[in-house]
């Protein structure tokens, strides 16, 4: 079993920066992909980017691409998401997520084993 747990989030200017942290228990994390969802009101769950176990495989979206960037420390059982030139559209409800299963597609929230509990990220205008 392994939990998930979100930190980081808060208020923040347009341009400004973030960094989410997603700390996990459990010793076999280094063998599960991870993942960042966000969650706007009236929108559905959507990723914004992922990383293999061995962090050799790393996805974004489109929207984030060269604002965001994701990593791991195994060592520490952690995966962070690091938001720069943050942007209004990017307020929502973020997501961590952890899976065993490395075929699916990313994108696919079905494949994903553990969830944490969400931090609220709002840029202002």
């Known amino acids: 079993q392994v939990q998930l747990v979100e930190s980081g989030g808060g208020l923040v200017q347009a341009g400004g920066s973030l960094r989410l942290s997603c700390a996990a228990s459990?010793?076999?994390?280094?063998?599960?992909?991870s993942a960042w969802f966000c969650e706007a009101p009236g929108t559905e769950r959507e990723l914004v980017a992922a990383?293999?176990?061995?962090?050799?495989?790393?996805y974004y979206a489109d929207s984030v691409k060269g604002r965001f960037t994701i990593s791991r420390d195994n060592a520490k059982t952690t995966v962070y998401l690091q938001m720069n030139s943050l942007k209004p559209e990017d307020t929502a409800v973020y997501y961590c997520?952890?899976?065993?299963?490395?075929?699916?597609?990313?994108?696919?929230?079905?494949?994903?084993?553990?969830w944490g509990q969400g931090t609220q990220v709002t840029v202002s205008s």
């Open positions: 997520a952890a899976r065993t299963n490395s075929y699916s597609d990313y994108d696919r929230l079905s494949s994903y084993d553990y």
């Open positions: 459990g010793r076999t994390f280094s063998r599960y992909d």
């Open positions: 990383i293999s176990w061995s962090g050799y495989s790393i």
